[in-house]
């Protein structure tokens, strides 16, 4: 475990360190977000983070591979192809970030870059499937498409989501935690080994996200940009490929309980649920109107956050619950074997959650009824001193055009005549 925290705490440093040199670079090439109708940001912001998130990957690779502990997770070619294949990727971003390639190319460059990945090492081999009586199933050839589409779909997830200051690279580190979780603790109990794979990769993407997350967090100073979006989407899908598809279930202890065997299909989609949901509710909705899928609007679930009335950095911490309630409430409840305490803390969590999300609508309810109710007390104070209101502004008037209010002079005294004759 000390040998994990030196590499992410290499990554973030590296990562944190060399942002604002690739800051700097991108505003002297121009690699500048302008600001747009769908955008939140209001001033032009230089992007192209990836670029340092990268390079902090390869430092903390590169300590690793000194460290004897971590020797074992080079045994393998799937850290080499994870580095590879996001240098590629990575690039890639930098030059949709400087140049905006097409919807197309971009996905045709990912493809690409995810079938280097497949060619170097990382791919599907079991899938258990539980609701059928199918068991385990050897993937075999399948495995190689079944990567790319899963990695395609990560990528392009991560991408929709990096929307707000700091969104994508937070919910980045928390998936990146709690896949490394699971990896570990498979490690621990005998699955597979703890120096292995997976578990470095996540890791390392860890530190990278947190070094870059201080520059980015709202206000941002610079952006992490695609370089940065589809290089961490690319990380987390080896990872989930690497640890929940490469392990045969049904040699698990606990192979009685659903649970544990469904772990393979569970981890990844609660530790990606937040990007996956996002990514399938704009496709939905785009292609409901007749667009396309990559069309670009303001209908992200972070948009409707901020439409609801939540602020900035509160509308990125609920995200952020969100993916960490999800993704380590299942974590939890495989490495528990789902106790009944852990799903209990976990139901809580989620109302909390609800609440949460709702309050700035039951708080705007509450102020409606407040201002109507004291709108309706001043009219009827107004209504019952309404005579003397009148009269008070008439004087008011008066005495303003330089004027007194006019008062009847009073009746002359009578006097009585000496002579006695009648006046």
């Given at each position: 475990m000390?040998?994990?925290?030196?590499?992410?705490?290499?990554?973030?440093?590296?990562?944190?360190?060399?942002?604002?040199?690739?800051?700097?670079?991108?505003?002297?090439?121009?690699v500048v977000?302008?600001?747009?109708?769908r955008?939140v940001h209001?001033?032009?912001?230089?992007?192209?983070?990836?670029?340092?998130?990268?390079?902090?990957?390869?430092?903390?690779?590169?300590?690793a591979s000194?460290l004897?502990?971590?020797?074992?997770?080079?045994?393998d070619?799937?850290t080499?192809?994870?580095?590879?294949?996001?240098?590629?990727?990575?690039?890639?971003?930098?030059?949709?970030?400087?140049f905006?390639?097409?919807?197309?190319?971009?996905?045709?460059?990912?493809?690409?870059?995810?079938?280097?990945?497949?060619?170097?090492?990382?791919?599907?081999?079991?899938?258990?499937l539980?609701?059928?009586?199918?068991?385990?199933?050897?993937?075999?050839?399948v495995g190689?498409?079944?990567?790319?589409?899963?990695?395609?779909?990560?990528?392009?997830?991560?991408?929709?989501i990096?929307?707000?200051?700091?969104?994508?690279?937070?919910?980045?580190?928390?998936?990146?935690?709690?896949?490394f979780?699971?990896?570990?603790?498979?490690?621990?109990?005998?699955?597979?080994?703890?120096?292995?794979?997976?578990?470095?990769?996540?890791?390392v993407?860890?530190g990278?996200?947190?070094g870059?997350?201080?520059?980015n967090?709202?206000?941002?100073r610079?952006f992490?940009?695609?370089?940065?979006?589809?290089?961490?989407?690319?990380?987390?899908?080896?990872?989930?490929?690497?640890?929940?598809?490469r392990?045969?279930?049904?040699?698990?202890?606990?192979?009685a309980?659903?649970?544990p065997?469904?772990?393979?299909?569970?981890?990844?989609?609660?530790?990606?649920f937040?990007?996956?949901?996002?990514?399938?509710l704009?496709?939905?909705?785009?292609?409901?109107?007749?667009?396309?899928?990559?069309?670009?609007?303001?209908m992200?679930?972070?948009?409707?956050?901020?439409t609801?009335g939540?602020?900035?950095?509160?509308?990125v911490?609920?995200m952020?619950?969100?993916?960490?309630?999800?993704?380590?409430?299942?974590?939890a409840?495989?490495?528990t074997?789902?106790?009944?305490?852990?799903?209990?803390?976990?139901?809580?969590?989620?109302v909390?959650g609800?609440?949460?999300?709702?309050?700035?609508?039951?708080?705007?309810?509450d102020?409606?009824?407040?201002?109507?109710?004291?709108?309706?007390?001043?009219?009827?104070?107004?209504?019952?001193?309404?005579?003397?209101?009148?009269?008070?502004r008439?004087?008011?008037?008066?005495?303003?055009?330089?004027?007194?209010?006019?008062?009847?002079a009073p009746?002359?005294?009578?006097?009585?005549?000496?002579?006695?004759?009648?006046r």
């Open positions: 000390r040998e994990y925290v030196v590499v992410c705490l290499v990554a973030a440093l590296v990562t944190f360190l060399t942002t604002p040199v690739v800051r700097m670079l991108a505003v002297r090439l121009k977000a302008a600001v747009r109708d955008d209001v001033i032009p912001t230089p992007r192209g983070g990836g670029v340092a998130m990268y390079l902090g990957v390869a430092a903390a690779v590169l300590v000194r004897p502990a971590l020797q074992r997770t080079f045994e070619s799937q080499y192809a994870v580095l590879v294949a996001g240098g590629l990727i990575c690039l890639l971003g930098v030059l949709d970030d400087r905006g390639i097409d919807a197309l190319t971009k996905l045709t460059g990912q493809i690409a870059c995810a079938g280097v990945m497949v060619l170097l090492g990382v791919q599907f081999l079991f899938v258990f539980p609701f059928a009586n199918i068991g385990t199933l050897s993937l075999g050839d190689v498409p079944l990567t790319i589409l899963v990695t395609v779909l990560v990528v392009n997830a991560l991408n929709f990096d929307g707000l200051d700091g969104l994508a690279a937070g919910v980045s580190a928390i998936s990146a935690l709690a896949l979780a699971y990896s570990y603790n498979l490690g621990l109990v005998g699955y597979d080994d703890t120096a292995s794979a997976p578990a470095l990769i996540t890791a993407l860890a990278a996200c947190l870059f997350l201080p520059h967090f709202s206000p941002a610079i992490m940009g695609d370089s940065g979006s589809m290089l961490v989407g690319l990380m987390l899908s080896a990872a989930a490929v690497s640890a929940t598809g392990v045969d279930t049904q040699s698990f202890d606990s192979a309980s659903v649970l065997l469904a772990l393979p299909l569970l981890v990844p989609l609660a530790v990606l937040i990007p996956f949901t996002d990514l399938v704009a496709v939905v909705r785009r292609t409901r109107k007749g667009q396309s899928p990559f069309s670009p609007d303001k992200h679930l972070h948009h409707r956050l901020l609801i939540h602020s900035h950095r509160r509308a911490l609920i952020y619950f969100w993916a960490a309630l999800l993704s380590f409430g299942v974590i409840l495989s490495i074997g789902g106790t009944v305490e852990v799903l209990v803390v976990v139901s809580a969590l989620l909390v609800v609440v949460v999300v709702l309050s700035p609508r039951a708080r705007r309810a102020r409606t009824a407040a201002s109507v109710a004291a709108s309706e007390s001043r009219a009827a104070r107004t209504a019952r001193r309404r005579p003397w209101g009148r009269r008070r008439r004087e008011t008037v008066s005495v303003r055009r330089g004027g007194l209010p006019a008062v009847p009746a002359p005294a009578r006097t009585p005549d000496p002579t006695g004759a009648p």
